[in-house]
């Protein structure tokens, strides 16, 4: 886009995961002008397949981004590959500039930026995220069933973890950390036979390429074949903060406000997948993407009815 000169959008999508290319894919059906603009990293890269996904159960992260952007193509959308630098407001619209130069101007915005999990600071833990340390039971629980796993505590959903994961295997350790358990919650613990351990954890065990345990800090090491971790999951939205859009904060991490059908406070602008829903899977943020578009698109149909109304009053008045 360098180097371009201003482009005239109905709907510029900020972010290429499955809510933004849903979403795409919807108003290009629609016959809209639509432009996603996508910096190519998105939150589930790690993971060897996407789960829950009727139709597509396993299927991996970057093939199923790989057959969205070409059904947004077939359709006559346009997709960016790029980073977005700045937005900013106009009267009719926005005006979205990337960091290689390129300026779209836009007359609805969606953002799907989606989020990043911020993880806890244990040695081990990033470079086995996705592989075997994992966070949702939905998401990795069925490949994970009937093996040793370990909850390391990092946050307020790690004793609701603990018993998610129980339902999946027997064997599964709650790693308190300084996270030790309510009364409430270590009666729960006891009566499901998951068991506490106390004490700082130094880091995570590994041979070869291989999860062994968890190695506490006073020496110990606790074999389990899985590591499970609350992250804590914060909203791509700085680059939003000039025209209004201000994340909320939530135990945790944050997010952009958004009705039900995706609109935030500013109008103009919609939300869809997990910038604005925290626990959305692959399937709910597709869902939200097609359904922010759905009101995107009808928003739009009623301005240009307006427009066409106007512009027969101004006709008539000149008669």
Request: charge should be negative; include cysteine; proline fraction near 4%.
């Amino acid at each position: 886009m360098s180097g371009q000169a201003t482009r005239q959008r109905d709907v510029v999508v900020i972010g290429g995961g499955a809510a933004g290319l849903s979403a795409a894919l919807t108003l290009a059906r629609a016959r809209r002008r639509v432009t996603v603009i996508d910096g190519g990293a998105p939150r589930n890269a790690p993971a060897e397949g996407v789960h829950g996904l009727l139709a597509l159960d396993g299927v991996r992260p970057a093939d199923l981004v790989a057959r969205g952007r070409a059904e947004v193509v077939r359709y006559g959308g346009e997709l960016l590959d790029g980073e977005v630098s700045e937005v900013s407001a106009v009267p009719d619209g926005f005006v979205v500039t990337t960091r290689d130069g390129g300026v779209l101007e836009s007359r609805r915005l969606l953002i799907a930026t989606g989020l990043v999990d911020e993880l806890p600071d244990v040695p081990g833990v990033q470079e086995r995220w996705g592989r075997d340390v994992v966070h949702c039971p939905y998401c990795h629980g069925w490949e994970v069933r009937d093996r040793a796993i370990g909850v390391l505590a990092s946050g307020p959903m790690s004793v609701h973890q603990a018993l998610m994961f129980r339902q999946l295997s027997e064997g599964v350790r709650f790693f308190s950390r300084d996270q030790e358990p309510t009364a409430d919650e270590r009666a729960r613990f006891d009566a499901l036979g998951i068991t506490v351990t106390a004490g700082a954890v130094a880091r995570l065990a590994v041979s070869g390429d291989q999860l062994t345990g968890v190695q506490m800090a006073d020496g110990r090491l606790v074999p389990v074949d899985v590591v499970v971790v609350a992250t804590r999951m914060v909203a791509r939205a700085e680059v939003f903060a000039d025209i209004g859009i201000t994340p909320t904060l939530h135990p945790a991490g944050s997010f952009i406000p958004a009705d039900a059908t995706g609109r935030t406070a500013v109008p103009g602008v919609w939300a869809a997948g997990n910038v604005s829903n925290l626990s959305a899977q692959v399937s709910a943020a597709a869902a939200d993407g097609a359904r922010a578009a759905q009101h995107i698109n009808a928003d739009l149909v009623m301005s240009d009815a307006d427009r066409a109304v106007a512009g027969l009053t101004v006709a008539g008045s000149d008669r």
